[in-house]
């Protein structure tokens, strides 16, 4: 079953989605940092055939939808704006199935807006830890010259297969199938060659630092079914303490992938399908 594109207009941005299947329950799927829709070619059929009406979303500034205008940055504020309309014009509510930086976006949505989200799937992902507020200075200092930076750098156009490998050198987990997907779909044609999609934008580090605090007011807010999906072999990890009152605020359950590292819908996209469809299947409004 292949994708269908589709844009619409959210929080003044054109956003590009890919959509499997006609009816059903909507279910939108959300990749991470730096990547894009296409992450989830290996999920979203099987959703669709067993009877959802499945969306990937490309984030602001990645895939093919809109960058932010001169002068924009981006901020997890603006990920969660953008969701909120997205979901309007998906009809109002939707399950959440989210990757990493996308997870943290979907969490603080289903907070703001409870009662539009039925269920969250979170993907490796509760967030980033806790930030110091105190060095603030430094990170503003650090922000002003990472712009200065990106202003000032040229694009060295690259390869299909450069791209490739620097995937597979950066995500270990990849099968070279997989690697070359991901590339193929996360580049543009420019001058030379090709580049990256997403905005250099962001790839620098931003003033604000995340504060479990105010994530955790959100969180407490969320009131529909919430399950994490981890890679077993996964490094990324939270103090144990700090993740289960994560898990506790949201009262959420856990699941793990053996086998598979940081995305397990790429790595293990079977055993993370199965998963995927049992949590869809037990929603209250899966009906």
């Not at 894009?36 to 059929?45: E, G, K, N, R, Y």
């Not at 590339?183 to 999609?197: C, F, I, M, S, Y």
């Amino acid at each position: 079953m292949s994708p269908r594109s589709r844009f619409v207009v959210a929080n003044r941005l054109r956003h590009h989605l890919l959509e499997w299947g006609d009816n059903g329950p909507v279910v939108l799927l959300l990749h991470g940092f730096l990547e894009h829709a296409h992450t989830w070619d290996l999920v979203a059929p099987q959703l669709a055939a067993a009877g959802h009406h499945v969306f990937a979303l490309d984030w602001r500034g990645h895939g093919d939808s809109d960058r932010v205008g001169a002068g924009g940055y981006y901020y997890f504020a603006d990920y969660t704006a953008d969701l909120a309309f997205v979901v309007r014009a998906l009809g109002d509510r939707v399950a959440l199935v989210a990757h990493s930086m996308g997870a943290t976006a979907s969490m603080h949505y289903a907070g703001a807006e409870p009662d539009r989200v039925t269920g969250l799937v979170l993907v490796d992902g509760l967030g980033p830890p806790d930030m110091d507020p105190d060095p603030t200075p430094h990170r503003f200092r650090a922000w002003i010259r990472d712009l200065e930076r990106v202003a000032g750098r040229e694009i060295a156009p690259m390869t299909l297969d450069e791209a490739t490998r620097r995937l597979s050198e950066r995500f270990l987990g990849f099968s070279p199938a997989v690697a070359r997907h991901m590339a193929e779909h996360g580049t543009r044609d420019v001058p030379g060659g090709l580049a990256w999609k997403f905005d250099p934008l962001h790839q620098t580090s931003g003033p604000v630092p995340f504060s479990r605090t105010r994530a955790m007011a959100l969180w407490h807010e969320i009131r529909c079914p919430v399950l994490l999906i981890e890679g077993g072999d996964s490094a990324l990890r939270l103090d144990a303490t700090d993740k289960a009152e994560r898990l506790a605020a949201m009262r959420a359950r856990t699941a793990v992938v053996p086998g598979a590292g940081h995305h397990p819908h790429l790595e293990r996209p079977e055993i993370f399908t199965d998963l995927v469809l049992d949590f869809l299947g037990g929603l209250p409004c899966a009906d």
